[in-house]
């Protein structure tokens, strides 16, 4: 059932609209003053920016832990490998970061500081995404030229953070990307960025994952969208660019380990909110489905139910970058690896109840509650992707 204030007050404790979580909570100040306050004009990139900055580990995290009934990664719950499986981190990588990234057989890419944390949490045991990976700062003096100022690549002063790890016999470089389609701006150097990491570890395999918005009734928080389609629908910014409604496909998800994948999701399942109706689900796009695909926005789009953006019959969740991996593909042309997008739900469509801002705070306390929890189920989606390889 699409998600009220009501589910928000089941599953984290709070209204969001009548009792707004206090202003230190949240780390763009302007979304604050416009739930809290009710007075400043919020910017589409300043919703975008919440999500992506949030971190459940930092002075608002905690405070926004301590005002809900949210759980940090502190009660996370180490997952059962099967035996040799278990993802093995890597030592620290050669070079400060400042050259190319290492070749590996498969480049996992997220975005969001939360996704981050999961991610890692996952497959680099022992090496955080926020706190120890290492800084990705090779062309950055060029790339950054297209940026807009205050992009968080920008702010960062750098492109991303990396570490390695192995699982089975693959080794896979993971990548937190600073850069980000909504954040850097009308030259899009976000694909430059995707091109020089291509290139750079040459992989086989490339998986871009974190969190969506689920599309329709039939998702909930924790579920897995595994597709090997994306398509944007860019109706803002980016909607007089030649790609602006255009889609792109990869080869099938291999799907021998999903099975496996499902009984490792118990271990931290009791996370997610106590109003799903089941165990979460994985959900497997064939290439020719485009109406299951992973859809890119380039505005703060989420479904609701009154499809409000438009977004249902386009695909089973929305994010905000994945179709810049398909373009790229597209461009690199034989030369491209197989890729996939491995999205997790974190936010299901919203009840078009009240305004649609107050919509908006619905989705974005939702994300802030359990983006890093049903990120856990695509990181471990993206372990049986990796496993499943020949």
Not at 42 to 64: C, H, L, N, Y
Not at 79 to 92: D, M, N, R, S, V
Not at 296 to 306: A, I, L, N, P, W
């Amino acid at each position: 059932m699409p998600a009220d204030r009501k589910w928000v007050e089941k599953n984290l404790g709070f209204d969001p609209i009548t009792t707004p979580p206090p202003r230190e909570t949240f780390v763009v100040k302007r979304v604050a003053d416009a739930a809290v306050k009710k007075t400043a004009k919020v910017a589409p990139e300043d919703f975008q920016r919440e999500i992506i900055d949030f971190d459940s580990e930092s002075t608002e995290g905690r405070a926004f832990l301590a005002f809900s009934t949210a759980t940090g990664l502190s009660r996370f719950t180490d997952i059962p490998w099967p035996k040799g499986l278990a993802p093995q981190t890597g030592p620290k990588p050669a070079g400060n970061g400042k050259g190319p990234l290492p070749r590996a057989d498969v480049l996992v890419v997220t975005w969001t500081v939360d996704e981050g944390h999961a991610l890692s949490r996952v497959l680099t045991p022992g090496k955080d995404s926020h706190n120890d990976y290492i800084p990705y700062t090779h062309n950055y003096a060029t790339i950054s030229t297209k940026m807009r100022n205050g992009c968080p690549a920008k702010e960062l002063k750098r492109l991303g953070a990396f570490w390695t790890t192995t699982i089975g016999k693959k080794k896979v470089v993971v990548f937190k990307s600073d850069s980000h389609m909504s954040q850097d701006g009308p030259q899009l150097p976000n694909i430059d960025v995707w091109r020089q990491i291509i290139t750079e570890v040459q992989p086989t395999l490339v998986i871009t994952t974190g969190t969506a918005g689920g599309i329709g009734k039939q998702v909930e928080v924790g579920d897995v969208v595994v597709s090997p389609i994306v398509r944007f629908d860019c109706l803002s910014k980016f909607k007089k660019q030649p790609f602006a409604q255009e889609h792109f496909s990869s080869k099938s998800a291999k799907t021998t380990k999903f099975a496996t994948a499902k009984t490792l999701f118990k271990a931290n399942a009791g996370q997610l909110p106590k109003t799903n109706t089941r165990a979460p689900k994985i959900f497997v796009v064939a290439p020719s489905g485009l109406s299951s695909s992973v859809v890119t926005t380039d505005f703060f789009g989420f479904d609701t139910s009154d499809n409000h953006f438009g977004l249902q019959g386009l695909g089973d969740v929305s994010e905000m970058g994945d179709a810049i991996l398909g373009l790229v593909a597209q461009e690199m042309g034989a030369k491209a690896p197989r890729w996939l997008a491995i999205r997790n739900v974190s936010d299901p469509q919203i009840k078009a109840e009240g305004t649609l801002k107050q919509q908006e705070q619905v989705a974005a306390q939702i994300y802030k509650g359990f983006g890093r929890w049903s990120t856990v189920c695509s990181a471990i989606t993206c372990w049986a992707s990796i496993v499943a390889e020949p």
